[in-house]
C-alpha cells in the first residue's frame, strides 16, 4: 500500500483528501482551477499546509470562478499578497491569475479546460509536462504530475490494497481507461 493510503485515513485534513478528492475524476472547470492552483502553491510546502488553507483560498480565489479571478488586477493582486490565509507568494498569486487568463483562452477553443484536458489524453507524464509547460505559467514536472494524478488523468495516487482505489476504478478514470487500453505510463 502506498504511503498516503497509510497514513491518511483517519487524519483530520488527508484523510478526506485521500478518501474523496485524490485521484477522482473531475469534469468541472472549477474544480480543475482550484486544484492546479492548489497544486501550484504546495510546491515546497508541505501538502498538509495547502489543505488547512484549501477554504482561505477558496475564499481569496473568488471560489475559483476562472472569469473573475482572470479578470483580476492590480487591486486583487494586491488583497492578496496581504491575505494571511493564503501562501503570500507573488509568484504564484501571478500564476494563478496568468493561468486563469489561459483557461479562459482554453474555454473559448475547445468549449472547457476539461474537454482541453481530454482532447490531450492519453500521454505520459513528460508529454503532458510538456504541453503543460507550453499552455501555462510555474507548472513544473511535479506540479503537473501531481495536479494530473489527483483529477484522475495519470496513475499512482492509490495502491491497488486501498479501498478508495476500487471506489476510483468504478469511476473510470482516464488513465485507468487508458491502461486498458494498452498504454503506458
Not at 475524476?25 to 497544486?39: G, H, K, N, T, V
Not at 496581504?82 to 474555454?107: C, F, P, S, V, Y
Request: charged letters at 25%; aromatic letters at 12%; a positive charge.
Amino acid at each position: 500500500m502506498s504511503s498516503y493510503c497509510r497514513i491518511a485515513p483517519g487524519h483530520e485534513f488527508h484523510g478526506p483528501y485521500h478518501d474523496h478528492h485524490y485521484g477522482f475524476p473531475i469534469a468541472e472547470d472549477s474544480q480543475l482551477f482550484e486544484r492546479l492552483i492548489l497544486e501550484i502553491n504546495q510546491a515546497g510546502l508541505s501538502w498538509l499546509t495547502i489543505l488547512k488553507k484549501q477554504e482561505a483560498f477558496r475564499k481569496a480565489y473568488s471560489g475559483f470562478e476562472i472569469g473573475k479571478v482572470a479578470r483580476y488586477g492590480d487591486k486583487q493582486r494586491a488583497r492578496l499578497l496581504a491575505d494571511a490565509g493564503i501562501i503570500r507568494n507573488r509568484l504564484k498569486i501571478d500564476a494563478a491569475i496568468e493561468n486563469a487568463k489561459r483557461i479562459r483562452q482554453l474555454q473559448n477553443t475547445h468549449g472547457s479546460f476539461a474537454a482541453w484536458l481530454a482532447s490531450h489524453h492519453p500521454r505520459t507524464k513528460p508529454d503532458w509536462v510538456k504541453l503543460f509547460k507550453r499552455e501555462f505559467v510555474f507548472t513544473g514536472g511535479e506540479i503537473v504530475g501531481e495536479f494530473l494524478m489527483s483529477v484522475g488523468y495519470l496513475p499512482g495516487t492509490h495502491a491497488e490494497d486501498c479501498p478508495v482505489y476500487r471506489r476510483i476504478a468504478k469511476l473510470q478514470p482516464p488513465w485507468l481507461t487508458a491502461a486498458k487500453a494498452g498504454m503506458r505510463y
